[in-house]
């Protein structure tokens, strides 16, 4: 795994502008290296608003939409369209602007799909696609960039301290009980996480900070999941100022 760099802006705004324009290069250079692109979206409030800079700027025209795919890194286990769910926000400030591939865009199962209030059975099916896409030998692809938010209890995707998710190998695990409501979620664990190329750890507000400082020590993820959030090329945190404080 990577050793992080921190990237610090002066605040929620510049760090969304900041982040968009990074993921615009990133996208480009990876569907000029490797002919597409694949990203994992998160939530939040500044995972969202990462998203809606970039469905402002004029160089988002620079992505070959047709050729990105788009994935999840959680997801609460709610009916489709549901305004708590990560993929409803993920189309509402981005995808619903831009010529993305609807084949390619991936959301995590909803709780109105084939598995119905199933989590677990969502947790497989959504592994399956990603062993599908993932190519032989591999569980999931190699994804150019996976953004994360980070909670103040230092979590990650919907990896919780002290819950079983944390030390699942399977690519993906449901969650119940989750201490932040909804309780139920479907989740990408560290073996998926890792997979990345790129994982850049999203924070802005004072309530990060700590957080934002368990993660750059690293140390014991089933403590602070942020600290096992690395990339195989690179892992970033882009921070506010008062996420640092």
Request: a negative charge; proline letters at 10%; hydrophobic letters at 45%.
């Amino acid at each position: 795994m990577t050793s992080p760099t921190v990237l610090t802006h002066r605040d929620q705004e510049v760090l969304a502008a900041t982040a968009a324009a990074r993921l615009v290069t990133t996208i480009v250079d990876a569907q000029s290296a490797r002919g597409s692109a694949s990203v994992v979206l998160t939530g939040g409030g500044v995972g969202t608003a990462v998203l809606a800079a970039l469905a402002a700027a004029p160089a988002r025209d620079a992505i070959d939409w047709a050729r990105l795919d788009v994935w999840w890194g959680d997801e609460r286990f709610l009916p489709t369209g549901d305004p708590e769910r990560n993929e409803t926000g993920a189309r509402e400030a981005l995808l619903d602007h831009v010529p993305v591939d609807p084949a390619r865009v991936h959301p995590m199962p909803a709780t109105d799909g084939p598995d119905g209030d199933d989590p677990d059975a969502a947790a497989d099916r959504y592994a399956a696609d990603l062993r599908a896409a993932a190519g032989p030998g591999a569980s999931v692809p190699r994804f150019d960039v996976l953004m994360l938010g980070v909670g103040p209890d230092a979590h990650v995707a919907s990896l919780f301290p002290g819950m079983p998710a944390l030390t699942d190998d399977r690519p993906v695990a449901s969650v119940r009980d989750a201490p932040k409501p909804p309780p139920t979620r479907i989740t990408l664990t560290f073996p998926s996480l890792r997979a990345a190329r790129e994982v850049w750890v999203l924070a802005s507000g004072a309530s990060k900070a700590e957080p934002v400082r368990l993660g750059l020590a690293g140390g014991d993820p089933s403590r602070a999941p942020v600290a096992g959030a690395r990339g195989t090329e690179r892992t970033l945190f882009l921070v506010d100022l008062a996420a640092t404080t």
